[in-house]
Structures are given as C-alpha cells and as structure tokens.
C-alpha cells in the first residue's frame, strides 16, 4: 500500500523527481541521469501502470486521491499530496489534471524488434516533442506496427509526448535506429521499401504510391523529415521512392505530425 505524505514546501528534496517540467534540457538530463519519466493525469497513469511501467511516486492534489485508490493500494511507494498551487510552484506551469507519477524508465523495444513489421514510421530527427507523440499516436491508431525514431529525434517518454500521444506510447512499438547513416540499408536488408516523404521532381503521390502497394502488397516503411528543412538529402537519395501528398490553394506541405497521419491512411491496407 502507498504511503501518504502532505507536503507544503515547494523546495522539499522529496519533490526532485518533479522539479521544472517545462524545462526541456534539465528534464533530458535528469530524466535519463535518474531513469524516469513522467505520466501527466489520471488517465495516462492508468495507461502507463496497464502496460507494465512501476511508479516511483506520485504527486496528488487530494482530489485525485480516490480516483487512483485501486492503483495506490497496489504499490508500495511514497504519495506525495500537495496543494494544487504548490504543484505548480514545483513543476513550473499549472498541473491542470491534478496528478502526476513519476515512473520507472524501461526500454521495451529494439531496434531489432521492429524489423519483423510490415509498416513503420521512421522519423528522422523531429525534434519537437508534441509531434512525435502526435505520429505515434496516428500510426498506433490506424494499424501501424511501430515507430523507428533516428538517434536525435525527440524523447517519445518525454512529459509532452506521451500527453499528445495519448499513452499510445506505452503500447505502440517503438526504437532508437542505432546508426543514422547505414539505418536505411538494415530496413531494406529486412525487405522494407522504404519511402520518403519529400518534395522533389521525380515524387510520385502519395495515391500512386498507394495504388502500387494494392496491386504488389510490400512491407513499407515511410521516412518522415524535421519541421522545417525535412528528410536530409542523405535520406532522400537513399529511398526506394520518393511520395508526396497533393496540395492546393499555394501551400506547399503539412505539419509532419498532419502529413503522417494522412500517409498512415492512405497507406493502410484495406480490411
């Protein structure tokens, strides 16, 4: 059973785990130095607890309480109860959902694991949190198999990730690709076409690339570049097939997160 324990100095040692959680470079820091993340509301606890991750604490708003009973009497760690402006005092901004857990970091996948799917999202170099969560989301929803993350894209175990994604996070497969430059060769070793999503002259679209998938079903995985400059050319001269996603009205692309979610769709085989 968790152990209660009201705390009303925002500076308590205890709360460390908690410390400024809209500070990106002091969280990356700690959080590996530590090997934990963070689980921001009830629901997204609930769902890192289902898949198997164990809580170093947590810290409540007494409100919260009852509503995780089931999973406090389940552990036996420490639960820290604040008040609601404490917590923000703690962690920098408003905990709006009132309740946070600090767990236990695991790696759950390799690498070598996803090479065995039939469609992955491979992101290279995304760096923004929120769209990484938000492509893992997308690709967990409409059936995909896993996400390849290359060595600098963001932490998908970051606080915001994990919110945007909904908790998919803790269920959808997902890797750190181990060599940037050669990763493309070990996709396609392992029968992957591997398509990059990218403005260029010899693109096709994304509803050509689709029908070809219809008439000659293939394992694929769909390369998705950074925020602003996209996939390095590297990337791009390595792919079997560069695809692109039709636009009008002058606008010449979509927010990453946006373009993998209609590329997911599009991609999915039919049922």
């Known amino acids: 059973m ?17 410390v400024s959680l809209r500070d990106v470079n002091l969280r990356k820091s700690l959080e590996a130095a530590e ?11 609930r769902r890192a607890a289902d898949a198997g991750y164990r809580p170093r604490s947590y810290l409540l708003a007494p409100r919260w309480i009852e509503g995780l009973r089931d999973l406090l009497d389940a552990v036996d760690v420490p639960v820290y109860v604040v008040s609601e402006k404490l917590a923000e005092q703690v962690t920098g901004f408003h905990v709006h959902r009132g309740a946070l857990a600090s767990m236990e970091r695991v790696t759950r ?22 769209n990484v969560g938000a492509i893992i989301r997308c690709a967990a929803g409409l059936g995909w198999d896993g996400v390849l993350l290359a060595p600098r894209a963001a932490d998908p175990l970051y606080r915001r990730a994990i919110k945007t994604s909904m908790g998919t996070v803790f269920a959808l497969p997902w890797a750190r690709m181990s060599d940037w430059r050669l990763g493309l060769e070990r996709l396609k070793e392992h029968g992957f ?3 990059a999503m990218a403005l260029s002259e010899d693109s096709v679209t994304l509803g050509e690339f689709a029908a070809s998938l219809r008439r000659e079903p293939r394992k694929v995985a769909l390369l998705m570049g950074t925020e602003g400059a996209g996939l390095s050319s ?38």
Request: charged content about 20%.
């Open 193 to 195: 076409t591997v398509a």
């Open 2 to 18: 968790a152990q209660f324990v009201t705390i009303d100095d925002p500076h308590d040692p205890r709360l460390a785990d908690y």
């Open 234 to 271: 590297h990337w791009i001269s390595q792919a079997d097939v560069v695809v692109r996603i039709p636009m009008r009205h002058g606008v010449d692309s979509l927010n990453v997160a946006a373009a993998a979610a209609v590329a997911c769709y599009a991609l999915t085989p039919s049922e």
């Open 35 to 45: 090997g934990l993340f963070i689980a921001e509301g009830a629901k997204i606890i």
């Open 109 to 130: 996948w390799s690498e070598d694991d996803l090479m065995d799917a039939g469609r992955l999202v491979v992101c290279e170099d995304i760096v923004d949190h929120t």
